[in-house]
């Protein structure tokens, strides 16, 4: 449960591994922070706290859960917002149902989630479960767009301790493949609402009888607002998956599909449900009625199927099916080789801005299911963005692994405020019913997209407003001045979406006198000047949509840095507020199994580290608090105490990790203080608590590494005790005692 008060910086409760580090360097934050008459408060935002939320009518009076996500959607509209927001999970279902039944182990009395609703009662369950579900955290929040980039510091070390990067073949079999069309990108149109066109639309299917039936009412859209459809061909998606399956076996390569499950929470678990039955569809062309009859939904993965058809009366004679067809098929690209977890197994477990970036990373590798690195085919269905990997890995090819040692950086400007672009992850995406049309219907009646579909087509709209894209637009001109770097817009006017961005783009750089400054390049195009651009150790601005804002702040930072988990990322938030993100979090899961199994948390806070002191810094510009500068400017020499001295986590137990940097940060951020002349107070303040951390070292680093290399209890994945977290991640005494 989090506070209530009305703290100076609102610090995020979320899920896994920030969360773990969370329990260690908070009470750090909090204590030095109370130096300076800076209050740090709480909001939990994890998918626990958000589930609970969902439905107090449920619960006693003590275990229910305020809804902090609600409230901190409130705040960031307001001047007074300073919010440090650390990754949480974007559900995929079987993330939802794996914390409903820890919840509920709990003595939680919420409903189950009914994966396929048949009373009203469990529609409105489900109704209110699939509001959680995806990225449903961010759209509230981001009522601002994105500057993100490498923190000098951070950026400074990597090129000095050059991670390590694969070696790229010019005859490696990777490649990257899609649809020949039919898909969101060829069947987008686009278009930019005039005030006689704004109120409240709605979206219709059209039966080929003329049967209309309302899919959602009451949209409401503005003037200035571009709002597309599209919609990818079910039948065309499943003949580019078996020719793909067919194509891998022959190449004898590995075989994998790279998708968002959880920000694209309505279309790209279909996807993937999808590419589950074109690798079974010998077996569910045998057994489809009676794995219908067992429940089993593709599209929640081949971990859920298998497990379901174990629970059958046949189970062992389709499990005999399903070893044969296994071994007929192509080798499976693998999220875990020692435990059998397949590419297909759970949708969230391959998010392509982690997956793809990694692979590039890697030389083109990824993991078979003999435990050795293979090429691979990165089965990327949709043209939107997989050019940029398609053209990543051909520039790799062509010029070999880019040297992080002298390579420039990208850093990006991103649209996405006010849910600009929120493909595939909202009430505005659908799964046609039956063959006919889906259809959006103005407020003055005028039909502004009709696009005929067939039965099981995925179909979606989005939007993006005039203010935002306003913003965005001058948030990338005030960059470029500031920096003199190239900058690019990431759009394609062969895109009817980017077509509509880009009658904004050229008006708007024109009256500033700024259009010399500034190239508008289709994502293909963009990405090779981009690494051109890099390769040569210079800089550049990716100025992008929503999508590849995400994506690319993990490409190019996982192949300069070695990680996206360090990046800065500033949410200039359009009333004045500020939001500081604090970085990816798609290896949490497996930094928590390690935490549990030997009670090492590899998780690196640099991205925590960052977004502190940034947060403090912008307390001090925007309420003039003058001590809450002195803060962050000692927090910021902290971070490059890390950095230049090697604090960062190992990876290995019995080495330092995640407890380990964090004692170092507040030792070397008591140090800055101590030596700092801008306030004689806090100087004073700190010098006692500098010098016994420093006297105290040994003893403490003693107590951290005793805790090491045996299991720790955290009392639950997704909503772990405080209690037990505290035990595991403040186990100095010493260190404790210091910091209160």
């Known amino acids: 449960m989090a506070e209530n008060s009305n703290p100076d910086v609102l610090y995020t409760i979320v899920d896994e591994a920030p969360e773990l580090a969370s329990a260690s360097f908070l009470p750090i934050i909090r204590s030095f922070a109370s130096a300076a008459g800076v209050t740090v408060g709480t909001k939990d935002i994890s998918l626990a706290g958000r589930i609970l939320a969902t439905f107090p009518e449920n619960l006693t009076a003590d275990q229910r859960q305020s809804d902090d996500l609600a409230e901190l959607g409130q705040l960031v509209k307001t001047p007074d917002a300073n919010v440090i927001k650390l990754p949480n999970i974007s559900a995929s279902v079987p993330q939802l149902v794996a914390a409903v039944k820890e919840l509920q182990g709990k003595g939680y009395d919420i409903p189950d989630y009914p994966e396929e609703p048949k009373t009203d009662e469990e529609k409105a369950v489900r109704a209110r479960y699939d509001a959680i579900k995806g990225s449903a955290v961010n759209p509230v929040l981001r009522e601002g767009n994105s500057d993100r980039r490498a923190a000098k510091a951070v950026k400074n070390y990597a090129q000095s301790n050059p991670h390590r990067m694969g070696k790229w073949a010019s005859d490696s079999k990777t490649h990257v493949s899609s649809m020949a069309g039919n898909d969101f990108y060829a069947n987008e149109v686009a278009a930019t609402l005039s005030a006689e066109q704004a109120g409240d639309a709605k979206i219709e299917f059209v039966a080929k009888d003329g049967a209309v039936t309302v899919l959602k009412d009451k949209w409401p859209l503005i003037e200035g607002e571009v709002v597309d459809a599209t919609f990818l061909s079910a039948k065309a998606l499943d003949a580019f998956l078996a020719e793909q399956i067919e194509a891998t076996k022959k190449d004898g390569i590995l075989f994998s599909i790279h ?73 499976m690209y693998m999220v875990n080789s020692d435990k059998g977890i397949t590419n297909l197994h759970v949708p969230s477990d391959v998010i392509i801005d982690a997956s793809m970036p990694a692979l590039i990373r890697a030389g083109g590798k990824g993991w078979g ?69 889906i259809r ?164 690196d806070s640099m991205g925590e580290f960052c977004a502190l002191s940034e947060s403090l810094n912008f307390l001090a510009d925007v309420k003039g608090n003058a001590k809450a500068g002195v803060l962050g400017a000692a927090a910021e020499a902290a971070t490059q105490g890390i950095l230049d001295n090697d604090r960062s986590p190992s990876r290995k137990v019995g080495e330092p990790d995640n407890r380990d940097s964090h004692y170092w940060f507040a030792r070397y951020w008591a140090e800055a203080l101590a030596a700092q002349s801008d306030d004689a107070d806090l100087a004073a303040h700190f010098a006692p608590i500098a010098k016994e951390l420093a006297e105290k070292e040994e003893a403490i680093l003693a107590e951290l590494a005793s805790a090491q290399g045996k299991p720790a209890d955290i009392g639950g994945y997704y909503h772990p005790s405080a209690e037990l977290k505290a035990k595991v991640m403040r186990p100095s005494a010493t260190l404790n005692a210091i910091i209160g």
């Open 259 to 331: 998708l968002k499950a959880t920000m694209m929470k309505v279309s790209d678990p279909i996807i993937f449900g999808h590419a589950v039955k074109a690798w079974l569809a010998p077996i569910f062309d045998k057994y489809g009625d009676a794995l219908a009859a067992a429940g089993v939904n593709p599209n929640s993965g081949m971990g859920d199927v298998l497990a379901r058809i174990a629970g059958m009366d046949n189970a062992a004679e389709i499990q005999a099916d399903i070893d044969a067809l296994n071994a007929d098929r192509p080798a």
């Open 440 to 603: 959006i219907v103005l407020a003055n009646g005028e039909v502004l997209h009709s696009l005929d579909v067939e039965a099981g087509d995925i179909w979606r709209a989005c939007t993006a407003k005039k203010a935002p894209i306003e913003n965005w637009i001058q948030l990338a001109i005030d960059r470029q001045r500031l920096t003199g770097f190239q900058a690019i817009f990431w759009l394609d006017e062969n895109r009817a979406h980017d077509a509509e961005l880009i009658k904004y783009v050229k008006p708007a750089l024109d009256a500033a006198g700024v259009a010399d400054k500034f190239v508008i390049m289709a994502p293909r195009e963009a990405t090779r000047a981009s690494l051109e651009t890099i390769t040569a150790g210079k800089d550049s601005i990716a100025i992008t949509g929503n999508v590849l804002r995400d994506y690319l702040t993990d490409l190019f930072p996982i192949l300069e840095l070695g990680t996206s988990a360090k990046m800065l990322s500033i949410v200039k938030l359009m009333n004045g507020g500020g939001m500081f993100e604090t970085g990816a979090g798609g290896s949490a899961p497996k930094h928590v199994q390690q935490l549990i199994e030997e009670s090492h948390l590899r998780w």
């Open 369 to 437: 299911p003999d435990g050795n690195e293979g090429d691979t085919n990165c089965v990327i269905p949709d043209n939107c963005y997989a050019p940029v990997y398609d053209e990543a890995v051909e520039f790799f090819k062509q010029n070999g692994a880019l040297n992080p040692a002298t390579a420039g950086t990208v850093q990006n400007v991103g649209l996405m405020a006010q849910k600009a672009e929120e493909y595939g992850s909202h009430p505005t995406t659908f799964e046609a019913p039956a063959d006919g049309a």
